[in-house]
């Protein structure tokens, strides 16, 4: 219980710093891959760093979580065709919605009937990939 | 809600999860597992979705987070859409509410890529660009690069014609 807590206020608190700083909108996408404002590169530089500076600290205090385990970080495994083809089709997801996974649910709350058709379309998406995943290249 | 939040302000913020997920819960920042999570409890017959899908569980209570956060948000500001941004694109449709329902296939169609893109990739914007990034990954920044060429070639060459 305690656990859910926290995860959903996170995800709240996630989905409000969106919200407020409009990252959600399909019309900041737009402005940010016409290079028309700094707004959202600012904003994914800077949330970058930050946890490139916070996760720089947890290491090198051996930070523990609050069930006391070491904390364990694995970068994604390198898989290039699929980091590279899958990235491509994801981009092209991500400007045509103007919205990548996580204001997927944003818009489920903000404006149901978008939301909805959004999310349906990215499960649709992950059940084709589910299908033909094994015939794709990846590494 | 004319202004948005700052970038310098809200960055940061966003940043902070990536520790605070770690330590509260023991995740790293991610959040399109989601999508495999639900093709698991739904479709759990096809292979890729019968996996030990108790780690993604997470996610969905994160999911469940984001959309009470656009709820409430639509509570307290009302349905603040198109009116947020300046109108500075080149096509007309930019002065109309994009997320009107006629525009539901063009959504759908997205919806469809970002799914299959994001599982493909093994990330979305969250675990590749700020997760994956902060950690100096390669197989991250390919992805975070990739994003970008997509999104370029999706807002410059496809949007102008579908919406």
């Given at each position: 219980?305690?656990?859910?807590?926290?995860?959903?206020?996170?995800?709240?608190?996630?989905?409000?710093?969106?919200?407020?700083?409009?990252?959600?909108?399909?019309?900041?996408?737009?402005?940010?891959?016409?290079?028309?404002?700094?707004?959202?590169?600012?904003?994914?530089?800077?949330?970058?760093?930050?946890?490139?500076v916070?996760?720089?600290?947890?290491?090198?205090?051996?930070?523990?979580?609050?069930?006391?385990?070491?904390?364990?970080?694995?970068?994604?495994?390198?898989?290039?065709?699929?980091?590279?083809?899958?990235?491509?089709?994801?981009?092209?997801?991500?400007?045509?919605?103007?919205?990548?996974?996580?204001?997927?649910?944003?818009l489920?709350?903000?404006?149901?009937?978008?939301?909805?058709?959004?999310?349906?379309?990215a499960?649709?998406?992950?059940?084709?990939?589910?299908?033909?995943?094994?015939?794709?290249?990846?590494? | 809600?004319?202004?948005?939040?700052?970038?310098?302000?809200a960055?940061?913020?966003?940043?902070?999860?990536?520790?605070?997920?770690?330590?509260l819960?023991?995740?790293?920042?991610?959040?399109?597992?989601?999508?495999?999570?639900?093709?698991?409890?739904?479709?759990?017959?096809?292979?890729?979705?019968?996996?030990?899908?108790?780690?993604?569980?997470?996610?969905?209570?994160?999911?469940?987070?984001?959309?009470?956060?656009?709820?409430?948000?639509?509570?307290?500001?009302?349905?603040?859409?198109?009116v947020?941004?300046?109108?500075?694109?080149?096509?007309?449709?930019?002065?109309?509410?994009?997320?009107?329902?006629?525009?539901?296939?063009?959504?759908?169609?997205?919806?469809?890529?970002?799914?299959?893109?994001a599982r493909?990739?093994?990330?979305?914007?969250?675990?590749?660009?700020?997760?994956?990034?902060?950690?100096?990954?390669?197989?991250s920044?390919?992805?975070?690069?990739?994003f970008?060429?997509?999104?370029?070639?999706?807002?410059?060459?496809?949007?102008?014609?579908?919406?």
């Open positions: 219980m305690l656990k859910f807590i926290i995860t959903l206020a996170l995800g709240f608190f996630f989905g409000s710093i969106l919200l407020a700083s409009q990252a959600f909108s399909w019309y900041r996408i737009q402005e940010m891959f016409h290079f028309q404002s700094f707004h959202m590169f600012g904003l994914l530089f800077s949330a970058i760093a930050t946890s490139a916070f996760l720089f600290i947890l290491k090198r205090n051996k930070q523990k979580s609050i069930y006391g385990n070491e904390i364990e970080v694995k970068p994604k495994k390198l898989e290039w065709k699929a980091n590279l083809f899958g990235g491509l089709i994801f981009g092209l997801g991500w400007s045509i919605s103007g919205a990548c996974s996580a204001p997927v649910y944003i489920v709350g903000l404006h149901w009937k978008i939301g909805l058709i959004l999310l349906a379309g499960f649709v998406g992950t059940v084709l990939f589910a299908l033909v995943e094994r015939k794709l290249p990846k590494a | 809600m004319n202004a948005p939040l700052p970038w310098f302000i960055g940061p913020l966003i940043g902070l999860i990536v520790p605070a997920l770690l330590i819960r023991e995740k790293q920042f991610g959040i399109s597992s989601s999508y495999r999570f639900i093709g698991g409890v739904l479709l759990p017959k096809i292979p890729y979705f019968s996996y030990q899908k108790d780690g993604d569980r997470w996610q969905i209570q994160f999911a469940l987070g984001l959309i009470l956060s656009g709820f409430a948000a639509y509570q307290v500001f009302g349905a603040f859409d198109a947020v941004i300046q109108p500075v694109l080149d096509y007309e449709k930019l002065a109309v509410n994009i997320y009107d329902v006629k525009n539901g296939l063009q959504f759908f169609l997205g919806g469809i890529l970002v799914g299959f893109g493909y990739a093994n990330g979305c914007t969250a675990g590749h660009c700020i997760m994956g990034v902060s950690q100096f990954a390669t197989s920044i390919l992805a975070t690069v990739s970008f060429i997509g999104g370029l070639i999706g807002s410059f060459f496809i949007n102008p014609l579908i919406f």
